[in-house]
């Protein structure tokens, strides 16, 4: 008998222990609508194996979905993604994707519980989508930042029109990113931190 490669696979892989100088942990949503890219982040940011909730589509979302633009879409989250990304020695995220479709909202109450910020995942073919997410996140009082990901066949807007499409205030940052491109995805998540930071800053000014 080999005994071998089940002796391998045993322990946790060095990259998924957390690194002993970490000594403070944050919570990120990563919200958008249906389709929008959120798994995909997650999955290309995290420094861990993502936990994904993926299941297939059904018949059941025919005609409830707004499946346009994302037609060759075949799986969808159902009940959330997790990953983490540490930022330095000290400061590590853990990552909490929410399901996109509208029937999986009622998850979002429990995903936002003691998060410090949020990420909103914008696809510029669908802005609509995103106007729900972002009312959310303004009653909450959960400060957020807004990526629009790059998918090929978008509509090429300025990110000034975009802001004021998506009624943004000014303070808000909006950074266009390819949610499958890993420094992409971390920039986005730095600028989301840089954010944060300000907001800290201003609020013990005042
Ligand atoms: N071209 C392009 N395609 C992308 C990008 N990000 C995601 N995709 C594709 O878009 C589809 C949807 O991505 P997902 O990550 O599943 O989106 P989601 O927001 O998690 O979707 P739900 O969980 O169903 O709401 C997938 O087929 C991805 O491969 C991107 O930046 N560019
Ligand atoms: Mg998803």
Redesign the pocket.
């Known amino acids: 008998m080999d005994f071998k490669s089940s002796e391998q696979a045993v322990g946790p892989r060095s990259e998924d222990v957390l690194p002993t100088t970490a000594t403070a942990a944050v919570k990120v949503v ?1 919200v ?12 290309s940011v995290s420094e861990i194996r993502p936990l ?1 909730t ?1 299941e297939t ?1 059904t018949q059941a979302g025919v005609g409830v ?1 707004d499946t346009q633009g ?1 037609e ?7 009940a959330m ?1 997790f990953g983490r990304i540490s930022i330095n020695e000290e400061l590590v995220l853990y990552l909490f ?5 509208e029937r999986f909202w009622f998850l979002w109450r429990g995903l936002f519980e003691g998060a410090l910020g949020a990420v909103v ?1 914008v ?1 510029t073919r669908r802005l609509e989508v995103s106007f729900d997410v972002i009312g959310r996140l303004e009653e909450r009082g959960v400060p957020f930042v807004v990526a629009v ?4 066949d978008a509509p090429d807007h300025p990110l000034e029109e975009l802001r004021s499409a998506l009624d943004l205030p000014a303070s808000v940052p909006i950074v266009l ?5 890993r420094g ?1 995805s971390r920039d986005v998540l730095m600028t989301l931190m840089r954010y944060l930071q300000n907001l800290a800053t201003t609020q013990e000014a005042s």
């Open positions: 990563i958008g609508g249906f389709g929008v890219g959120k798994t995909t982040l997650v999955g994904t993926e589509m979905d994302v060759r879409k075949t799986s969808t989250t159902v993604d994707g929410t399901p996109g479709q995942l696809d990901n790059n998918f090929p990113c390819d949610a499958r491109q992409s």
